[in-house]
């Protein structure tokens, strides 16, 4: 019932609603704001299927079972801004163009983010948390230039090698 009463004001009032992410590394509270984009199909049962967009990012500093006025949970959060553009610095913009040329990948637009970036190194669960709560341009710069560099010699490594081994 409560989710209904969530997915009600999110169609009428257009209320931004968070969704934590329910992994193991995740003690800190991290979450999505996303925005309702469409609901698909409402079920007799009262379940619906939607589709979400997400806004933002967010640590979640205090959990209330209910908002007041409210039968369904919210809570009070710090923004990440994890959507803004942040550019690339120099040194970083330089290796992930190396990195992307060994991969035999073209970049054909040159203007890209550094989420850009870090979506192309597919990063694990942890480094994405790690990531996501670093707060500064420049922190989250080196960051992905660090995880780059260890990409890009794994990489040489594999590529040094690829002759190495002969079927008998």
């Known amino acids: 019932m409560r989710y209904r009463d969530l997915l009600i004001d999110a169609v009428e009032k257009e209320v931004d609603f968070g969704i934590l992410y329910a992994g193991d590394p995740n003690s800190r509270g991290i979450g999505s704001l996303v925005q309702l984009?469409?609901?698909?199909?409402?079920?007799?049962?009262?379940e619906s299927d939607i589709v979400v967009r997400c806004v933002d990012t967010f640590i979640l500093s205090r959990f209330y079972p209910e908002l007041a006025g409210k039968r369904y949970?919210?809570?009070?959060?710090f923004f990440l801004n994890a959507m803004d553009d942040i550019d690339v610095n120099s040194p970083?913009?330089?290796?992930?163009?190396?990195?992307?040329?060994?991969r035999r990948i073209s970049l054909e637009d040159k203007d890209y983010h550094i989420h850009d970036v870090a979506n192309e190194l597919d990063l694990d669960i942890n480094d994405r948390i790690k990531y996501l709560k670093l707060l500064t341009s420049d922190k989250r710069n080196h960051f992905i230039h660090e995880r780059l560099n260890l990409r890009k010699h794994i990489l040489n490594q594999e590529l040094s090698q690829k002759d190495t081994f002969y079927l008998n």
């Open 37 to 46: 984009e469409s609901v698909i199909k409402k079920y007799d049962t009262g």
């Open 73 to 77: 949970p919210g809570g009070e959060v």
């Open 92 to 102: 970083l913009k330089e290796a992930f163009e190396e990195y992307m040329e060994l």
